[in-house]
């Protein structure tokens, strides 16, 4: 059932973290989350207000059904008809069962595209090693699979349009509200998840690292805007979790806000830059807790759109997907990158093995010992 021009892959899987669909899942999707780190369920409903206050739904799961039906489109007006299958970590659909039931159908070799851009324990190794675990667990079925992932993409071309698109279109919304802009009085904060200094350090030892990523991509979009960007621009972090005795990237971006309010600064655009889609750390980190902070000094406040399903972000991932087929045939193949680290190919020097370890040392699938896997 293998496709020409996706070989030697059978089928896409969009891999994600999932969410719960109704209240009754908020507890045990939680539980899910943070099994074997011992955190009692009374703290874990208390987390579980932010679901419950949308109802007890993540906005996740439709998003990427929209992402997969969106892929499935680009898919076909470029004649790929590899299935395009979804699959999470923490809540149905499950990638072992996706997989499971695919394998049933003849189904062999995955290749998976991850909801994380960049580079970090949380945001790729761990991801791959879902796939190792999941590979294992099959096996010990009886079930022989193989799954491959697309290079991390928060400098491909189609990322990195979609995203200065937003900022424009953010400008825009943000002269309409507060008149002309005003460099003294108004600030572009880019925002992402912020995650723990260890992890970061840990990603910076092949990569450009979480953090720089971030940044590079940053200074991509100010290169691209020219002369429509007179604002002073910044990273801040959201969505800050854990022990408090454990150092996490800042500033928070309500703290950077009551500071730049004390500066004399009297609006803000906020850019998801660390995000996909428009899931719980954006709508409640940032539509709710950032914008009542804005409210509560009397700031102005854009909020930009994540690329979601924009055009140019859809149509770079399939660019993506059929990059790692060409790879894995052993294709001589272009990895465009609009940022110096260049393309983070799976295997290479840049995301070995050895790359973003965490504490716990999982192992990973033996395809990132080389680029050719």
Known sequence: MTTSNL?????????????????????????????????PDERLNEVGEHYY????RSPINDQNRALRSALEEAFAARGIDAPVLWGN??????????????????????????????????????????FAGVTAQLAEEGIEVEIDKIRQYYNHPGFAQAELDAVRAAL?????????IDPAKHRLLYVTHSIPNAMQSAAEVRTAGYQGQHQQLIDWIAGQLGDELTLDSELVYCSRSGP???????????????????????????????????????KFDLD????????????????????GTHEAFV??????????????????????AVTPEGPLVPGSGACSIECCRGTRDKPVLPQWESAAG
């Not at 899987?13 to 939680?30: I, K, Q, Y």
């Not at 062999?108 to 991801?127: H, V």
């Not at 500066?263 to 660390?274: A, H, K, S």
């Not at 709710?288 to 690329?307: I, N, P």
């Open 288 to 307: 709710t807790e950032a914008k009542e902070t804005a409210d509560e000094l009397g700031m102005a406040f854009t909020r930009a759109a994540t690329v």
């Open 244 to 282: 408090p005795h454990v150092p996490w990237l800042e500033p928070d971006v309500n703290d950077r806000m009551e500071e730049l309010k004390a500066d004399g600064v009297e609006g803000v655009i906020l850019v998801p830059i660390g995000f996909v889609s428009d899931h719980m750390e954006v």
């Open 315 to 336: 149509s770079g991932l399939v660019d993506l997907v059929e990059e790692r087929a060409a790879q894995r045939r052993g294709e001589d193949v272009e990895s465009p």
């Open 89 to 130: 970590r923490n809540w149905d659909p499950f990638l072992a069962d996706v997989l499971r039931e695919q394998a049933e159908e003849g189904a062999r070799t995955f290749l998976a595209i991850d909801t994380s851009a960049y580079s970090s324990y949380s945001s790729c190794r761990q991801y791959r090693e879902d």
């Open 172 to 180: 825009t919304d943000f002269r309409g509200q507060a008149g002309e």
């Open 7 to 39: 070989k030697p892959f059978d089928a896409v899987v969009l891999m994600s973290f999932g969410g719960p669909e109704r209240p009754e899942d908020v507890l045990p999707f939680l539980q899910n989350v943070t099994r074997g780190r011992g955190i």
């Open 53 to 56: 206050s949308f109802g007890g």
